[in-house]
């Protein structure tokens, strides 16, 4: 149990376009999920979280009307880049809390972004 | 400020061999999780072990185990019997504060095991 997909795995675009990913919990609720960006040989920085139905909360220093969350269902979040530049190039991680008890994140297998 | 080191950026053990990679936590929080998480090239996180500040014990998981130091404010992760697929990066990782969303991971350890 506690399986996490994205969608796409990868993806390439031109720059100034604007790509989804998706995120989702396939055998349980999440009430909380969470995006992560990774820079090639570095560590996951924590981007935003999302609970179902609510705003996103953003860290500190990420564009929230570039990156746009949306947690529409207990198991579908969705990133959305906008108006992509190369420099957004990255692996982009979810993972996905049941958010009732315990610690424990579930994360999905990535999407790696290159922008052309 | 919550904050999680690892010093080791890369290490290297000889198949069969145990090793230990090293982490370093700091928070104020009383209640906190540490975590460990192994990402092959492939790029998914794959969790290996948690421990609760309060667990009075250290967590086994298999061949991985964390040696739980709290008042050095240490959590290394031990692999017995190292394999080949074993070679992959290893975070260490820390949720605080009572709130999962709080998960921040240190830089990572890239573990090469050689036959």
């Known amino acids: 149990g506690a399986v996490v997909s994205q969608h796409p795995s990868w993806v390439i675009c031109k720059s100034g376009t604007s790509v989804k990913i998706e995120c989702r919990s396939l055998d349980f609720q999440a009430t909380t999920m969470f995006w992560y960006r990774q820079f090639p040989k570095q560590s996951l920085m924590l981007m935003a979280t999302?609970?179902?139905?609510?705003?996103?909360?953003?860290e500190q220093g990420v564009e929230k009307d570039k990156f746009l969350i949306n947690h529409a269902s207990l198991t579908l979040s969705t990133l959305t880049v906008t108006s992509a530049h190369p420099e957004d190039s990255s692996f982009y991680i979810c993972s996905a809390s049941r958010g009732a008890s315990g610690d424990e994140q579930f994360f999905g297998p990535g999407t790696r972004l290159t922008v052309l | 400020a919550q904050k999680i080191t690892q010093t080791q950026p890369g290490m290297f053990v000889q198949e069969k061999e145990a090793v230990t990679l090293d982490c370093t936590y700091d928070?104020?929080?009383?209640?906190?999780?540490l975590f460990w998480y192994k990402q092959p090239s492939s790029g998914e996180m794959i969790f290996l072990i948690y421990q609760g500040s309060y667990d009075q014990q250290n967590a086994t998981e298999g061949r991985y185990s964390l040696n739980f130091q709290k008042a050095r404010k240490s959590a290394n992760l031990v692999i017995s019997a190292s394999q080949l697929g074993d070679s992959a990066m290893y975070f260490c990782a820390m949720t605080y504060g009572g709130s999962q969303g709080n998960l921040i991971f240190g830089k990572g350890t890239k573990l090469s095991v050689k036959p």
């Open positions: 999302s609970n179902e139905g609510s705003k996103a909360t953003y």
């Open positions: 928070t104020s929080d009383p209640s906190y999780g």
